[in-house]
């Protein structure tokens, strides 16, 4: 019996929906989402699995200019994914021609197959969708152009179909089991700054790193014992809050999720630390696993 396989890179700007999608066509969550841009900072693998196919979808940061180290090692996770594609999904709503033309060109030397996926349909009218769908027409040659809602899961099958055409016959490259290339402890992480995202305003989401120190997966409850890392006193202070009620309730909310997530009840301690400026700093980017 014939098999096919191979990796299928979601790019696109900050929140155009590459995490939802991602999401929509795993049938799992597993990168997070939020209304704020840069929540994807990692470059996460979603491996959907059926008897005669694999395909690997890589969710990456959205494409900005890096302004500060963090950002750089953000974007080069997505220049790695121009550059071991498949099939690349390239996602737009409806209105945005904004585009870069340099990100354009890397679509076009890359020479594999573009998927144009034209995001929020159900935010739009038929016209607007209808302009929209002849513009990348004549912007992206020969590439399929898809509109779908990934929050509503509207024509996601069309869109999986048309994956699935395009897809090479190989080998699996993963274990049929395997749903992904990152591990249980880089989730819990991920749902816990999820949630500081959820709760915190202005530069707070941007300022921090969540580390797992200690899991013990054995305990009934799970223990887990997370770090939170701020950049500055100030940040610390906000975090905790007074009488320490801000981190109580993110405690509260973090561990609700991660419960459901791993389908056990966990004991979640969480203790805020600062790294003055670690977002600069080498040595921390790579011990976050942000630098090779
Ligand atoms: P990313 O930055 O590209 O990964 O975007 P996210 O997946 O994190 O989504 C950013 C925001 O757009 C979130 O608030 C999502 O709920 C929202 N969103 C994603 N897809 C859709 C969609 O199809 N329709 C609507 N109305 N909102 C969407
Ligand atoms: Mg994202």
């Given at each position: 019996m014939s098999h096919k396989a191979g990796f299928v890179n979601i790019i696109g700007k900050p929140n155009v929906g590459k995490s939802t999608l991602m999401n929509a066509l795993l049938g799992e969550k597993l990168s997070i989402i939020t209304k704020k841009a840069q929540t994807t900072r990692h470059r996460i693998k979603g491996i959907l699995n059926d008897d005669d196919f694999q395909i690997i979808f890589s969710d990456t940061p959205g494409i900005i200019k890096p302004a500060y180290k963090l950002q750089e090692s953000m974007m080069s996770f997505v220049e790695s994914a121009f550059t071991d594609a498949d099939i690349f999904l390239f996602i737009t709503e409806p209105g945005d021609k904004t585009y870069e033309e340099s990100l354009l060109h890397k679509l076009t030397v890359a020479k594999k197959p573009v998927i144009v996926v034209i995001n929020?349909?159900?935010?739009?009218t038929q016209d607007a969708l209808e302009v929209a769908v002849s513009y990348w027409e004549n912007k992206i040659i020969h590439a399929a152009i898809i509109p779908i809602s990934a929050l509503h899961k509207a024509n996601i099958e069309m869109l999986l179909k048309t994956i699935l055409t395009l897809l090479p016959e190989s080998p699996p490259y993963f274990s049929k089991d395997q749903l992904t290339d990152k591990s249980l402890r880089f989730f819990v992480s991920e749902i816990i700054r999820e949630k500081i995202l959820c709760q915190f305003r202005k530069e707070i989401p941007y300022s921090v790193e969540v580390i797992i120190?200690?899991?013990?997966?054995?305990?009934d409850p799970v223990e887990i014992d997370a770090i939170i890392y701020v950049m500055r006193d100030t940040q610390k202070g906000i975090l905790l809050g007074h009488k320490g009620d801000a981190i109580k309730k993110l405690g509260i909310a973090a561990r609700k999720d991660i419960e459901t997530y791993i389908g056990k009840h966990i004991y979640l301690n969480l203790t805020v630390k600062v790294i003055k400026n670690w977002r600069e700093d080498d040595q921390q980017l790579k011990r976050f696993g942000y630098q090779q």
């Open positions: 929020k349909i159900d935010l739009t120190d200690r899991f013990k997966e054995e305990l």
